[in-house]
């Protein structure tokens, strides 16, 4: 497997430099064969990539240790649900699957490519080759996946790192990896186009698509890694800022602002520089998390220290940032817009301004995630930048973003008149007010939080609002509720499946107030029979259950569950109110208490890491998690136990399935060809409205009539 794999990776790069020179050659020249010939060599570079894939895939199910990388990344003891987990928990492996990737989506890219585009696709062919030729280089010279043990291969491998032994580790690698290297198709979409001298929109369309693609994948993935966080970790937390996260999370907030601002584009023929610009920096931003990643500079399960990597790596970003914007600065010229915006007041505003924050975001987490190493380098001093910088400085900008995400929607192009803010405004209003008011009269004092759930009750209602009225101009059009719903959101799908997105991102936000502002923790040690309180909940300790396996030792606590009687529990003096010597603490009868489950966290040793992976027992409810740790199990047969609540914790999940709901109606495609009756035709005429109608903002795309 060794030497095919070897093979297929000379023979990708071989075809990797034919397809980028031949390209450029092909299209200066006007040799339309060899254009074609580069063309379909992104298809053999795709199918190259495979068969090294397969290779190394193939060398750990048949458990073949004479390769390095085999050898002290399995063993025969893996879980075979592992294997594709152990496939790319490495640097070598990873940097494998990372061209896999990129080279299938290229020859999706290529195939997909709409016919007005075919005078820049071979420029985007070009980028798209040389960016395959630099992983194909790597693989080959600096960490080759199929480096063979010198002499007798041995019998038995090392095993995979125990914290990526998660179901989480299925899809959190694999989908940040694809998304960060991805954003090289939506850019070399724009670049091509800029170098072939098509400086119109006809590269806009399917970038903007690759872009959703791309954004949606790296969205996912870091929620997954969250919840990766939240079930293994054993700090109760999901998101502690942690670099290698972040340089997924940068990317994501740049192509968040250029999916939005496209929509100018598309719309209104302005923001075509600030749209190249946004990829560019999403670019450099990938490639400098591939850096951050494999140079080794934080240390992190997730990166793979290499100071030849890290060279190569930096060097490679520092290339891309070179290219990007000297295309960019020799275009220039020619992006500029006809259009500027009119009015503060209006919907591109609000998206320039969204944009500026999703920057701004961007630019702090920069900060946060480079400092160290710049402290490193010139003071030779070692410096941590923790949670609370990042959660300080980005939360009141992220507060912002969020009220942004709700007045965008309901201002109109070009600009809006005083009646469309009272008209569309009012409602929204109203129901962050109230929310606020309501909060604040049930005792709660937190009130940045107070305020938050304000602005995400507005936000909501803005969405909700604009959903009512366009469903019920359709309904009086002659429609039943459920079709005229269906034919709002099927009327324009970017805009309704960006609203769904929004919804998505109002539940993460619930679940990031809830858990950062009403957290509870205590750390308690019970023996046996045993139990503790926290909040609503008496946890008793049952027994331990130990295990041992060929690559572990075990350790399991069994806890039940009890939802507390308040009328017999005193929350001051935290005991019954009843006779202490009947119902006390470690009595084991309780009066009126009502079990609702059994938590079974536990430990795992892994003597060959000399590591110790930990699973949380957790209990959801919409309205908080109870969440259970064993800190240490004790030679007295007691456990120390941490018990958390984390309220709204569930919403952080919800979250995701609502997100990719969003994802998918945004980029689902309208019918080629609509057809209708006569009854349609004469209730659309009724309908439509001039689509820069400052009166009418919910409705400019969709073609219906406002109801007043």
């Known amino acids: 497997m060794a030497d095919l794999g070897v093979i297929a990776l000379l023979l990708g790069l071989g075809i990797s430099a034919y397809t980028m020179v031949g390209s450029l050659i092909g299209q200066h020249r006007g040799v339309p064969e060899l254009v074609v010939s580069s063309r379909r060599g992104i298809y053999l570079s795709a199918l190259m990539s495979t ?18 990388y085999v050898r002290d990344h399995s063993n025969t003891v893996l879980e075979r649900g592992f294997t594709l987990v152990a496939f790319y928990a490495g640097n070598e492996g990873s940097l494998l699957y990372i061209l896999f990737a990129l080279a299938l989506m290229s020859a999706a890219a290529v195939i997909w490519a709409p016919g007005r585009f075919a005078r820049s696709l071979p420029y985007t062919v070009a980028i798209l080759a040389g960016t395959q030729a630099f992983y194909y280089i790597v693989l080959l010279f600096f960490a080759s996946p199929f480096e063979t043990v010198p002499g007798t291969a041995p019998d038995e491998g090392i095993s995979l790192n125990p914290l990526l032994e998660h179901p989480g580790m299925y899809s959190h690698p694999p989908i940040i990896m694809a998304g960060l290297v991805g954003i090289t198709i939506p850019f070399a ?10 400086y119109g929109d006809d590269w806009v369309d399917i970038a903007r698509v690759s872009g959703i693609l791309v954004w949606g994948v790296l969205g996912l993935g870091l929620l997954i890694g969250a919840w990766w966080a939240y079930t293994i970790l054993g700090w109760g937390g999901y998101w502690s800022w942690d670099p290698i996260e972040n340089v997924a999370f940068m990317p994501w907030l740049v192509m968040t602002a250029f999916i939005h601002s496209i929509m100018v584009q598309k719309r209104r023929g302005m923001f075509r520089m600030w749209n190249v610009a946004l990829l560019n920096i999403a670019f450099v931003l990938a490639q400098l998390g591939m850096f951050i990643n494999r140079g080794g500079p934080v240390v992190s399960v997730h990166s793979f220290a290499s100071s030849s990597l890290g060279a190569v790596f930096i060097t490679f970003m520092m290339i891309s940032l070179a290219f990007a914007f000297g295309v960019f600065l020799w275009r220039y010229p020619q992006l500029k817009s006809d259009r500027t915006v009119e009015s503060f007041l209006s919907r ?20 946060g995630v480079v400092f160290p190493v710049f402290s490193d380098l010139a003071r030779d001093v070692s410096v941590s930048i923790s949670a609370p910088y990042f959660n300080r400085v980005n939360g009141p900008i992220l507060l912002a973003m969020v009220t942004i995400m709700g007045v965008g929607p309901l201002l109109p192009w070009r600009k809006a008149s005083a009646r469309s803010l009272r008209n569309w405004f009012a409602w929204p209003t109203g129901a962050g007010l109230a929310v606020i008011a309501g909060l604040f009269a049930s005792g709660i004092d937190e009130w940045v939080a107070v305020i938050a759930f304000g602005i995400l009750a507005f936000v909501a209602v803005a969405i909700l609002e ?25 009327g324009n799908r970017p ?6 997105v929004h919804l998505a991102v109002l539940a993460l936000a619930i679940g990031i107030i809830g858990t950062q502002f009403f957290d509870q923790r205590v750390d308690v040690s019970l023996m046996p029979g045993e139990s503790a309180i926290i909040d609503n909940y008496r946890v008793e300790f049952i027994e331990v259950i130990e295990g041992a396996r060929a690559d572990r030792l075990t350790t399991q606590a069994t806890l039940d569950v009890f939802q507390i009687n308040r009328s017999e529990y005193d929350a001051d003096s935290g005991g019954y109110l009843v006779d202490a010597n009947k119902y006390n603490l470690n009595g084991g009868s309780y009066p009126g208490d009502r079990h609702i489950g059994t938590l079974e966290p536990w430990q795992g040793f892994y003597p060959a890491f000399n590591q110790v992976s930990v699973r949380s027992g957790i209990r959801s409810t919409l309205l908080e998690d109870l969440y259970l740790i064993p800190s240490n199990f004790n030679a007295d047969g007691s456990v120390a136990l941490r018990m958390s609540i984390n309220p709204l914790a569930v919403w952080l999940w919800i979250s995701g399935p609502i997100f990719l709901l969003g994802t998918a109606v945004a980029l689902w495609p309208a019918p080629a060809i609509e057809r209708s009756t006569a009854r349609d035709r004469i209730r659309n005429k009724q309908r439509l409205v001039a689509t820069d109608s400052p009166e009418a903002p919910a409705f400019q795309q969709s073609g219906v009539a406002p109801t007043e």
Do not use: M
């Open 495 to 500: 805009r309704h499946g960006g609203y769904i």
């Open 466 to 490: 604009e959903w009512w009225r366009g469903t019920a101009a359709r309904h009086r059009g002659g429609d039943s509720w459920p079709v005229a719903y269906w034919r709002l959101i099927s």
């Open 51 to 68: 068969v090294a894939s397969a290779a190394l895939l193939t060398a750990f199910l048949q458990n073949d240790f004479s390769i390095v």
């Open 348 to 367: 591109e505003a609000s998206f320039l301004v969204n944009n500026f924050l999703l920057l701004a975001v961007t630019a702090v987490t920069l900060w």
């Open 189 to 198: 979409y724009a670049t091509g186009a800029l170098i072939s001298g098509n």
